[in-house]
């Protein structure tokens, strides 16, 4: 059996985990972050490609590029989640099925944070379990490629 390829995208201020508001975003910081999802990754037998970016034409590169040969899309836009549409579109015309991921709970915050355009394009949400985000994102995608 094949493994089953993650792309998994950091958006705009990700890296500044640990150090960037810690009462929401908790303190493990990007590093740290990574290797456990990683780690989390390979004991599930998934290939992961784990990047980020500040910068929306890269996280839309990336989409169009790499996301294409996945099996599986991982991303945290950030706050590109509430009006990039670039970033919308460029999931819906990939056809790859995306998870979007959130430490925060984005509708227990400012109001602009409540609506997600790329929520309709995605075949699901997890928001507001910190770290867990990604590692449920992971255990929905075992579920899948094992099933």
């Avoid at 908790?26 to 490609?49: H, Q, R, S, V, Y």
């Avoid at 549409?85 to 995306?98: E, F, G, L, N, V």
């Avoid at 075949?123 to 985000?133: E, K, L, R, V």
Wanted: with cysteine; net charge negative.
């Amino acid at each position: 059996m094949e493994k089953c390829k993650i792309l998994l995208i950091h958006g705009p201020n990700l890296n500044l985990l640990g150090i960037r508001e810690p009462q929401i975003y908790g303190d493990i910081d990007f590093k740290t972050l990574n290797d456990i999802i990683t780690k989390k990754a390979e004991e599930k037998g998934f290939e992961i490609t784990i990047l980020q970016s500040n910068w929306e034409g890269q996280i839309i590169d990336w989409i169009q590029d790499l996301g294409s040969k996945m099996d599986f899309i991982i991303i945290n836009a950030g706050a590109l989640t509430h009006y990039s549409y670039a970033i919308r579109d460029a999931i819906s015309a990939i056809k790859k099925p995306t998870i979007e991921v959130h430490l925060s709970n984005i509708y227990a915050r400012e109001d602009f944070r409540h609506k997600s355009v790329i929520a309709p394009v995605c075949i699901g949400q997890i928001s507001g379990f910190g770290i867990y985000s990604y590692l449920l994102a992971l255990d929905y995608i075992s579920y899948i490629c094992n099933s």
